[in-house]
């Protein structure tokens, strides 16, 4: 260290001129030369057994460009990896230039385990199978083949290619479309088609129909259906009866198979029962436009001699009911638009109401039965007098409600009527409608879906008991009626009646206020009896006569009779 100082000051002095000792350069020197350096000297460490990668080159051709190099790793134990790559690069020179160094020259061999002899062995032979493959020389000839063909579609390009016209093809045209058969010869023309009615159901003409039954040859009623017909009915008076006695009451009523019948063809959307005493008399209306009518105490055993049927209506009959002041006088209510009577005395249907519009369903708006209050689809309601000649309506106004199904007049207050639809069921005035935007007296809240009926309790119109889609029967109080009614009672019942059976519908018992029955899903079928508390109070059940879902019933006014109607267009009489 000292020599090589004195080596650069005696060069710095040659070249340089002399310098003060002052100077920065002779203090640096100054302190140079007091610093002593002492090199601590190394222990002894015995090199460690590593790996080290080597990568052996193997002569694949004579430039050194081509010369790919494999990584090799050895086992060094003294070498160093530049020295391990000298000796495997000398003995690769002795060697022939395709086959891989053999590693007996290593140091350290005979301390290899068996398994890195053999990994070196598989190295070794892979290392011959890809030299055998020629690699490098099938690159050089894939990289000429590509320039060559590069060449050869740049010239093509560069030429013009001249297309030669292609012969138009005639398209093949069908045979039978050109009306001709397989030797080219004419057909001959198609008989004319049928003429089909553009309606499926088309209007009845206006003005009266025959009162004529349609399944049987007679062309008149039997003269004990028509004096049935025809019985004066006395006023209903309120009965209040204990529960255990009303339980004893709804117990004692049966069916048997004489009691069911296929009254109508289709579907029973309306059931109405006759209030007279000695004979039992049921009409029913189904989704054809046919009304049926039953004499359940016939004294034929046939069954088809006591039911007629009558086509009054082309589309469905929604809403049917007996005259309260006049029980010779039917009335049934149609999709159709119509409304007719069916007077048994002068044997017609006389049309009472013609529109346009869809009709859904009607109520008496007068005690005699005279005055109908009439609802549509489309959220209108409309008066129709009777007494009058027209077939038009007296009074017309929108509700603000989107569809109405169901009309019921108030019992007791007759300007007072609920109506039930999509958007709900709220009550209203006749005294307060407007023909447009008419404001409801009050409304019925707690309804989350579509609701299928609402009807005022009988006599006193304190409850109203409505049939929701959203699987519940509510009771309402309606003894003050304003601003919006909370439910008093909610009970959970199965109304999803899917697309082929008619919507529930519960009605109140006309002798008891406080009670009211309704159809079920429940497996066996049955009707069930509620009273407003919400118990439930006796099921009607029999799995012999009882097999269908009965959607629509209907009481007898002063009488046990309960009447239920399915599907199918059969009647079922409990009594």
Known sequence: MGGLLMTGRSTSQEQTPVQSKTSPVHRRSDRIKEKKITVSPRRPRLPPKRLVDVYVSTDYGSSEEQRPSSKRRCLKQHASPKKCLSRNSESSTDSDSDTVPVYNDYPGQGELSEYELKRLENIRQNQAFF??????????ALQTLGAKKSLSISALKSKKVVKTP?????????????????????LPEPPPKPQTNLEENPMKPPGPLPLVPINVEIGCLPADVIESWCEPVKRLQEQQTCLKKYKERLSSMSICNDLVAKVVQSRILSVAVHPCVGRILVAAGDKLGHVGL?????????????????????????????????????ISLSYDGTIRCADVQSSVFDEVYRSEDSLSSFDFLSEDGSTLLISKWQATVSVVDRRTQRTTHEKQAKLKNKTVRTVNVHPSNRNVFVIAGQSGAAIYDIRYLKAQGSDDVSSLVGNKNTISSAYFSAHSGNRIVTTSMDDFVRIYDSSNISGTLP???SIRHNNHTGRWLTKFEAVWDPQQTDYFVVGSMSWPRRIEVFHETGQLVHMFLNEECLGSVCSINAWHPSRSVLVGG????????FM
């Not at 399915?566 to 009489?573: A, D, E, K, P």
């Open 487 to 489: 439910p008093l009672i």
């Open 131 to 140: 030299s055998a493959l020629n690699l490098p020389q099938a690159k050089r």
């Open 566 to 573: 399915n599907s199918s267009g059969r009647l079922h009489v």
């Open 294 to 330: 039953w004499n359940v105490n016939g004294s034929s055993s046939n069954e088809e001699k006591n039911i007629y049927m009558f086509e009054p209506h082309s589309r469905s009959v929604s809403s049917l009911q007996f005259s309260p002041g006049h029980p010779a006088q039917l």
């Open 166 to 186: 292609t012969k138009k093809v005639p398209p093949r045209r069908s045979m039978r479309l050109l009306k001709l058969d397989p030797d080219g010869n004419s």
